[in-house]
């Protein structure tokens, strides 16, 4: 299996652009997690999907984020307008509705100029 | 809020020596995981213990549990070069949330 898989690793945009992250969880998994990293703040919960269906947003900072999940391999993670505050490594996870363990991927490091 | 709480926030030893991270928590739960973050990388998963376990080993790995004191200790012992790593407890919050300490930074010098 080749793990959970994000794109881009890394993103450098400036200020005011659209950003957007993909994550493809690893197969037969039916919980998706997306993470935000930072020094300041460490690992926080942005949103959490289950079958696809977001369950839990309350972790998105602002209207300037939002998540979709169209099917059970993909999901994205967009931030419109970016803002320079928003620099930070992005993590997506997975795991199956049977195991409390999450499996992340690579993430995607974000820096907004 | 964060629950998991671990200390040190460093750790530098010498290769061979072992290596002690604690982590506290405030709230009930069912589990305590430890994962294991190499730099630039993501989170990977190192064990996983339960709220009725008091002990378990994985190779070089044993993790005790204390629920009367709500706290967890990672121990790796034998460190090598590639322990280098910073190290994270998470407790389950929900049925699906984990809540995620701030991690201890450990630096194994060869």
């Known amino acids: 299996d080749a793990g959970v898989i994000q794109s881009p690793r890394h993103e450098v945009t400036e200020m005011g652009q659209e950003v957007t992250l993909r994550c493809k969880p690893i197969?037969?998994?039916?919980?998706l997690f997306w993470y935000r990293q930072t020094m300041m703040r460490g690992l926080e919960l942005l949103i959490y999907?289950?079958?696809?269906?977001?369950?839990?947003d309350s972790g998105m900072p602002e209207d300037r984020f939002s998540a979709k999940m169209p099917n059970a391999s993909f999901s994205t993670l967009k931030i419109q307008p970016s803002e320079p505050r928003d620099s930070a490594v992005y993590f997506c996870?997975?795991?199956?509705?049977?195991?409390?363990?999450?499996?992340f991927g690579p993430g995607t490091r974000l820096t907004v100029l | 809020s964060q629950q998991g709480e671990e200390d040190p926030q460093a750790l530098s030893i010498q290769e061979g020596e072992n290596a002690t991270m604690n982590c506290s928590y405030k709230t009930s739960i069912n589990n305590l995981q430890w994962y294991r973050q190499n730099s630039g990388r993501g989170l990977v998963h190192l064990i996983l213990?339960?709220?009725n376990e008091r002990e378990k080993h994985s190779g070089r790995l044993r993790v005790t549990l204390d629920t009367s004191k709500k706290s967890s200790s990672l121990l790796i012992t034998a460190s090598r070069a590639a322990d280098t790593a910073s190290y994270f407890c998470?407790?389950?919050?929900?049925?699906?949330?984990?809540?995620w300490g701030a991690g201890t930074k450990l630096i194994i010098k060869p």
């Open positions: 996870a997975s795991s199956s509705g049977s195991e409390d363990t999450q499996y």
């Open positions: 213990i339960r709220s």
């Open positions: 998470a407790t389950d919050a929900s049925n699906y949330q984990l809540i």
């Open positions: 197969s037969g998994h039916n919980s």
């Open positions: 999907f289950n079958n696809n269906v977001p369950i839990d």
